[in-house]
């Protein structure tokens, strides 16, 4: 029974992950590294990639400052609606990413109120980068306030109160006790963030447009690539995408390691 069930996640595993990558990478170099290398190198894909970069960074930089305050908060203060905030919070995952595009349009659509309010101070939303982001920051927020808040709470707040009670003041406090106890907590869901915001599909595909050159992620060129029937397109851009996210990974291990380490050091102390 042992190596019967050992034998059925091996065979999960080969079917769902190495089966698939294999193939992947079979089709990016069906036609030779020459071909790879010039669709990956192609104006649309060079867009596509520097898109997708600059949205997970500005993503990856307010998820870290407003996911830590939300953390912080949820761990720390008791308020009428906490549990309301916490439920909310973990909307993104039970929601399809195409409802949450959806909800973007409904928000700043021409005719609603923001969108008037937008349109007339020239500010264009819809099919450009800042619902692109919006809708990234939908998808990705969890990640981060998930990570810290239990990780905020099981640190407690004794090494606070005794920082203050020296005469710290609370930034004080924050930048030299709490947010190195956090550090690993801070890694391990920005990896996150980052490898979410980088493969995001559905919710960008609505309120992008999917304008070449444009508003054309990296993800959306694949889509558009496959489309056009361009398979060495598609899945050398997706292979690159694999690349990176596999790079990701081996940062969350390496994170979580230490994290796990941080913690274990602390509860022997």
């Known amino acids: ?3 019967l069930l050992i034998g059925i996640v091996w065979l999960y595993f080969l079917v769902l ?3 698939p990558i294999l193939y992947m990478a079979s089709q990016s170099f069906s036609e030779g590294l020459t071909a790879f290398w010039t669709e990956i190198s192609r104006p649309e ?3 596509g990639f520097t898109l997708t970069a600059e949205i997970t960074l500005i993503v990856l930089v307010l998820n870290v400052i407003f996911g830590t305050m939300t953390a912080m908060v949820l761990a720390r203060q008791k308020f009428w609606g906490r549990s309301l905030v916490s439920g909310v919070i973990d909307l993104p995952f039970a929601v399809s990413p195409v409802i ?3 909800m973007l349009i409904l928000l700043f659509g021409p005719d609603t109120v923001l969108g008037t309010i937008f349109g007339q101070a020239q500010i264009k939303v819809l099919f450009a980068l800042p619902a692109m982001i919006l809708a990234t920051l939908f998808v990705t927020f969890p990640f981060m306030v998930r990570e810290l808040t239990p990780l905020l709470q099981t640190l407690g707040t004794e090494e606070e109160e005794a920082a203050r009670t020296l005469g710290a003041g609370e930034w004080q406090v924050f ?3 709490t947010l ?4 690993w907590g801070l890694v391990y869901g920005a990896t996150l963030t ?3 915001a980088i493969g995001e599909f559905g919710a960008v595909l609505v309120v992008s447009g999917n304008i070449l050159l444009l508003t054309q992620t990296a993800t959306l060129h694949i889509y558009q690539s496959y489309v056009d029937f361009n398979y060495v397109a598609a899945n050398a851009v997706a292979l690159t995408l694999l690349a990176v996210s596999f790079a990701i990974l081996t940062v969350l291990e390496i ?3 230490r994290a796990e380490t941080t913690v274990a050091e602390a509860g022997a102390q």
């Open 45 to 47: 894909a060079l867009h």
């Open 175 to 177: 930048l030299k006790v």
């Open 194 to 196: 980052v490898a979410r």
């Open 1 to 3: 029974m042992r190596w």
């Open 100 to 102: 949450a595009g959806f």
């Open 180 to 183: 190195p106890a956090l550090r």
């Open 255 to 257: 994170a979580k390691a």
């Open 17 to 19: 992950l190495v089966g």
